[in-house]
């Protein structure tokens, strides 16, 4: 799901109106694991590059055969045919057949030329369209492939060996996509650095020769075109969100600091107002420190005997020694029925029935 990032508004406000769903795929290592083993359990299911297609190819053709299904099923409804018995709903072929009618994108996790052009096959055969290949750090070997599907890449800047898929990766892989016509973005995979894409960005300037425009593409109006909401927002233009960030230097140098956010025309962040805020945010949390301190401080003697509640007992329950004055004496208590003959025979006699 695509989101604004509102915050403070309730949950149902955060999506982002009219922008489609997407699915998120994995390809390689991701998925089969095969260099991760548990002692005592089997290895998963799939364990290879051709199990990971195998997979793909064959939850397509059941969510063709699915949508088959309902289609036939209501044509013949239509038909007014009477007593028919619907399909039974498969939800987790649905977001596939959306898949197949263009309704949710495909997003989909790579790093190697070989299983990206797995996927652009399994694709073609199915009809459907990947929207962008994400990390794609091999991309660069398979450019004129991407363009010619029209599929968008999500990459890193300059991350590379950090495992062995990874061992072909290059900083130079945006630029060089970009040159042979893939709109590219630039992503993150990571809490911190989402905090600075702008200067990620930046360096395929030095990496690749991109220009200053080229670069700030990568982190505002191809990243809203690979999701499809590029008539919205990615740009400065009249009718589109006001969804602004703005800076006291060029956004892709390394000195800029962000000054105001907007989401919708709304100012989120003012930083000459947060400035002034900080001496009282942070008398706030003194204390709040100070507060939580003196409580745990309290010595246990100050609180009222009757407060506490044991453990597992509720507090309308009578406490122990007020059970025992009620309990009767040992003597006072009935003594069992002295069991005679006749009714032992009666009880085996009903048992044996």
């Given amino acids: 799901m695509v989101i604004k990032l509102r915050w403070g508004q309730p949950a149902a406000k955060l999506p982002f109106e009219g922008a489609l769903p997407g699915i998120k795929f994995a390809l390689g290592e991701n998925p089969k694991r095969s260099n991760l083993s548990i002692p005592g359990q089997p290895k998963r299911y799939p364990a290879t590059r051709m199990g990971v297609e195998e997979t793909i190819r064959g ?33 987790r072929l649905e977001p596939l057949v959306e898949v197949l009618e263009g309704k ?7 790093y190697r030329e070989d299983e990206i052009l797995m996927l652009l096959r399994v694709a073609k ?19 004129d492939e991407l363009a010619a599907a029209g599929v968008g890449a999500s990459t890193f800047s300059d991350w590379w060996a950090y495992k062995v898929e990874a061992y072909d990766a290059i900083p130079y892989n945006a630029a060089l ?9 630039i992503n993150s995979d990571d809490a911190e650095e989402a905090t600075h894409l ?6 395929s300037m030095k990496f690749g020769g991109l220009s200053h425009d080229e670069a700030l593409k990568m982190v505002t109006l191809n990243p809203a075109m690979q999701l499809g909401i590029d008539k919205r927002v990615g740009t400065i233009d009249a009718g589109k969100d006001a969804d602004l960030a703005i800076y006291n230097r060029d956004p892709l140098s390394a000195y800029a600091v962000v000054q105001k956010t907007l989401i919708d025309g709304r100012v989120y962040f003012d930083r000459q107002r947060d400035i002034a805020d900080r001496s009282g945010r942070e008398k706030e949390k003194k204390a709040l420190i100070d507060k939580l301190k003196k409580s745990a401080e309290k010595k246990p003697e100050e609180k009222k005997p009757d407060a506490a509640v044991s453990i597992g007992q509720k507090p309308a329950e009578k406490k122990p020694e007020e059970k025992k004055q009620e309990e009767k004496k040992p003597e006072e208590k009935p003594k069992p029925p002295q069991s005679s003959r006749t009714d032992s025979a009666a009880v085996l006699s009903r048992g044996a029935l």
């Fill in 59 to 91: 939850a397509f053709s059941e969510a063709r055969d699915y949508k088959k299904a309902w289609e036939n099923y209501s044509k013949r409804l239509a038909a007014g045919e009477k007593n028919l018995i619907p399909p039974r709903r498969d939800l």
């Fill in 104 to 110: 949710r994108y495909v997003h989909s996790h790579c």
């Fill in 125 to 143: 055969e199915f009809g459907f369209k990947v929207r962008t290949f994400q990390h794609v750090l091999e991309g660069y070997k398979v450019a």
């Fill in 177 to 185: 996509m970009t040159r042979r016509g893939v709109v590219v973005s």
């Fill in 198 to 203: 702008n200067q990620e960005a930046a360096k």
